[in-house]
């Protein structure tokens, strides 16, 4: 039998493990750090919401907020201001906010293929099922087109499209509407002819509540090879935020991937996700049928580690040249947009 002594000795050093073990476990887990995402309510945005539901966030030590912004603009204000961490977004915007001196960075490229889709509206003259990509964008001449802003990735994406046929964007009126959802109104009251959509999800509202239909899509097969293969999506981050938070960034980026995978092996459990966040919990069957033409459209080609490959990264330099976002002589340089992390031989 141990002694008086012993047994106390024995207490104490049991209260003290009681005291410590939950400590060292914390320590071991660390503290989550909180990253603020901007997002949208479309398809594009799914990985994160997938990232947060499904436990990828906190898998990598991320308590993941989210904030809807106005606009894309809003969103990348944001970001330089420090209120948003991260942010899935077109390309050609970071690379245009880089050229006029924001320290922003590509931290990766999620979407490789240029994937903007053309609705017009039920009414009008248009050119018959079957059409040439050429044919098709020839007749927007004339008409007046929405996009989500001027200087937005769907009025990039516009102008690209017409002058891969020979106009420009002064042969079309463009109108910027704001959030994709303002195109059910614009197109009913026949205040635009057209209009250029980044979303899947967005496409198939605006379809059951207008009549519109899909006319041409930058990711059609016989859309220019040129503009096929500009990325659709990236990761974006402040620069100096991605300099000072490596490991963070590296993080977001693993839960991103975790998120895709996911997404890949569970497409009824990702329609789920979707028709929660995406369609208020209204829409599932619409979202089953989404899902598959989201993970062949943005995901089938995604490259290994999000990398940013240097023959990308050059063809969306000459986008931004073609476009005229970039001042003169300012031309985003590869080792100074994209992050160590993500930058690539090949």
Not at 90 to 108: F, M, Q, R, W, Y
Not at 190 to 197: E, K, L, R, T, W
Not at 313 to 339: N, R
Request: glycine residues 10%; proline residues 5%; neutral net charge.
């Amino acid at each position: 039998m141990p002694s008086a002594l012993g047994r106390d000795g024995l207490v104490a050093a049991v209260i003290l493990c009681l005291v410590l073990l939950p400590r060292i476990a914390l320590a071991q887990q660390g503290k989550a750090t909180e990253f603020t995402s901007a997002i949208f309510q479309s398809e594009v945005y799914l990985p994160d919401f997938v990232a947060n539901d499904k436990g990828f966030a906190a898998k990598h030590g991320l308590d993941m907020k989210f904030v809807t912004p106005q606009s894309g603009v809003a969103a990348a204000q944001l970001m330089l201001a420090g209120a948003v961490k991260g942010w899935a977004t077109d390309p050609l915007i970071i690379l245009t906010a880089a050229s006029k001196g924001n320290n922003v960075k590509l931290a990766g490229i999620a979407t490789p293929m240029m994937a903007y889709t053309v609705m017009v509206s039920k009414t009008g003259d248009w050119p018959a099922e079957g059409s040439s990509f050429a044919d098709r964008i020839k007749a927007l001449k004339g008409k007046r087109i929405g996009v989500s802003g001027i200087g937005a990735g769907t009025d990039h994406a516009l102008i690209l499209m017409l002058q891969a046929v020979g106009l420009s964007e002064k042969d079309v009126t463009r109108i910027g509407i704001g959030e994709q959802q303002a195109a059910i109104g614009q197109l009913s009251g026949g205040a635009i002819d057209a209009f250029v959509s980044f979303s899947l999800s967005g496409n198939a509202i605006i379809q059951q509540q207008t009549g519109a239909r899909r006319y041409v899509a930058t990711f059609d097969p016989d859309a220019p090879q040129g503009i096929r293969e500009l990325p659709f999506t990236c990761f974006a981050v402040a620069g100096d935020f991605a300099a000072k938070n490596q490991e963070t960034v590296a993080n977001w980026l693993a839960a991103e991937a975790d998120a895709i995978a996911w997404i890949r092996a569970n497409p009824d459990g990702a329609a789920e996700v979707l028709n929660a966040h995406v369609f208020n919990g209204q829409q599932l069957e619409l979202a089953k049928k989404i899902i598959p033409q989201m993970i062949k459209i943005y995901f089938e080609g995604t490259p290994p580690g999000f990398k940013v490959y240097r023959k990308t990264f050059d063809l969306l330099a000459k986008a931004g040249q073609d476009l005229g976002s970039f001042p003169s002589g300012s031309t985003p340089k590869y080792e100074d947009t994209v992050i160590p992390g993500a930058q690539s031989a090949n």
